[in-house]
């Protein structure tokens, strides 16, 4: 597994934009870049849902039909580091954001994305859209 952080969770109201970050922290000898990176959200008493995942090159990108045409995922290499761009929100889109990562560099989970094809978990970032 590989330690990850998320960060950017806020308070907006709908209709707002937010960007996600999630990095793997520390002089790790692999980069967040080796693995493809999934965000997943979660609201209390509710199922994990997996709203967008990229590919380790970045060739290969997934999303939700909740978030498609409203969130995109992207990578930095130069600041090891995925975001995820969150535009329009919708009160619906609050939950408790986790980025994750699969046990083996360069696999590329199914779609549609399971939280048990992941082995590594940030701690969480959270997102409130208000109406």
């Known amino acids: 597994t590989i330690p990850l952080r998320e960060s950017g969770g806020a308070a907006v109201q709908a209709g707002g934009s937010l960007r996600l970050a999630c990095l793997s922290p520390g002089d790790s000898y692999y980069s967040i870049l080796d693995y493809s990176v999934a965000w997943f959200r979660q609201v209390p008493g509710q199922e994990r849902e997996g709203v967008a995942l990229i590919s380790n090159f970045g060739d290969e990108i997934y999303y939700a039909d909740s978030v498609n045409g409203r969130f995109t995922i992207s990578q930095d290499p130069a600041k090891r580091t995925v975001y995820l761009q969150m535009n329009s929100l919708k009160p619906e889109d609050s939950a408790m954001y986790y980025c994750?990562?699969?046990?083996?560099?360069?696999?590329?989970?199914?779609?549609?994305?399971?939280?048990?094809?992941?082995?590594?978990w940030g701690q969480g970032t959270q997102v409130i859209v208000s109406s």
């Open positions: 994750a990562a699969p046990e083996h560099s360069s696999y590329y989970p199914p779609r549609p994305l399971r939280g048990r094809d992941f082995t590594s």
